[in-house]
C-alpha cells in the first residue's frame, strides 16, 4: 500500500529560522513521483515541486530546498530564511506511475507558523 | 490559461438538500480529479476520470455520491442528500494522461447545516 507520512503537525518558528519540513513514504513500485504543495490561508493548492523516483539529487529553488533519499524513502523540505509569508499548511504527496493514473495521495499536511 | 475552474466557491445547504459542485478541467487535459479535504481525513482522492471514463471510485464515500463527466470540459459532483459531515472542500484537479503534474482548481467549500 502507498502511504505518506508528515509527522509533524504544526511547526512554529521565528522569521529568519530556517525550517525542515519531514515527509516519509511507502511505496511497492519502483518507479513514482514526490510532490510538495503548498497551501496558503487562502486555501488553494500551490505547486512546488515533482520529483522523479530515479533523480535523487537535491534541489534547491531560491530559499526552497528538497533532499530525496531514497534510502530512508524521505522527501524532506528546508525553507532557509523563512518569512511570514511562508506561513501555510505544507502537503507531501506520492504518485504512483504505473498504470499512467497520475492520482496522489497526500500525507496529513505540517503547518507552519512563522512569526514576525 | 484561466487553468482548472470550480464553482461555486462556498456552497451552504441544509441537511437533506441535494448539491452539485462544477468543475472544468484545463483544456487539452484527459484526467479529472475530484479530492476532498477535511480536517480529520486530510486530502483524499474521491475519484478520478481518463477521457471522460471514471477510472477508480474507489474513494467515493458512499452512495449519495455520484460524479459524471459528459464531455471533456466538464464534471460535475453531486451529494444526494446531503449530511453535515459533508462538510469539507472539495478540489478538482486535471492532467494530461501521463503526465502526474496536476493542476488544482481553487476548491469549493461546502457548509451543511
Known amino acids: 500500500a502507498q502511504k505518506v507520512t508528515q509527522a509533524q503537525t504544526e511547526i512554529s518558528v521565528v522569521e529568519k529560522e530556517d525550517v525542515t519540513l519531514d515527509c516519509v513514504y511507502e511505496?511497492?513500485?519502483?518507479?513514482?513521483?514526490l510532490f510538495w504543495y503548498k497551501q496558503p490561508p487562502s486555501g488553494e493548492l500551490v505547486f512546488l515541486i515533482r520529483?522523479?523516483?530515479?533523480?535523487?539529487q537535491n534541489e534547491i529553488s531560491g530559499r526552497y530546498s528538497w533532499n530525496f533519499q531514497k534510502s530512508t524513502s524521505s522527501f524532506n523540505f528546508t525553507i532557509t530564511a523563512s518569512q511570514v509569508v511562508d506561513s501555510a499548511v505544507y502537503f507531501c504527496?506520492?504518485?504512483?506511475?504505473?498504470?499512467?493514473?497520475?492520482?496522489?495521495?497526500f500525507g496529513q499536511g505540517t503547518t507552519l507558523q512563522v512569526k514576525p | 490559461d484561466a487553468g482548472v475552474i470550480q464553482s461555486p466557491r462556498h456552497e451552504v445547504t441544509e441537511m437533506g438538500q441535494e448539491v452539485t459542485l462544477r468543475c472544468k478541467p484545463i483544456?487539452?487535459?484527459?484526467?479529472l480529479f475530484w479530492y476532498r479535504q477535511t480536517m480529520m481525513r486530510g486530502l483524499e482522492l474521491l475519484i478520478y476520470f481518463n477521457n471522460n471514463v471514471p477510472i477508480d471510485d474507489s474513494g467515493m464515500p458512499e452512495d449519495r455520491f455520484s460524479a459524471k463527466m459528459p464531455n471533456a470540459s466538464f464534471s460535475t459532483l453531486k451529494i444526494q442528500p446531503s449530511e453535515p459531515r459533508d462538510s469539507a472542500v472539495y478540489f478538482c484537479a486535471s492532467s494530461v494522461t501521463g503526465s502526474t503534474e496536476e493542476y488544482f482548481g481553487p476548491g469549493t467549500r461546502l457548509t451543511v447545516t
Open positions: 483544456s487539452g487535459h484527459n484526467s
Open positions: 520529483r522523479n523516483s530515479f533523480d535523487e
Open positions: 504527496a506520492l504518485s504512483e506511475i504505473s498504470g499512467n493514473t497520475g492520482k496522489l495521495i
Open positions: 511505496t511497492r513500485d519502483t518507479t513514482y513521483y
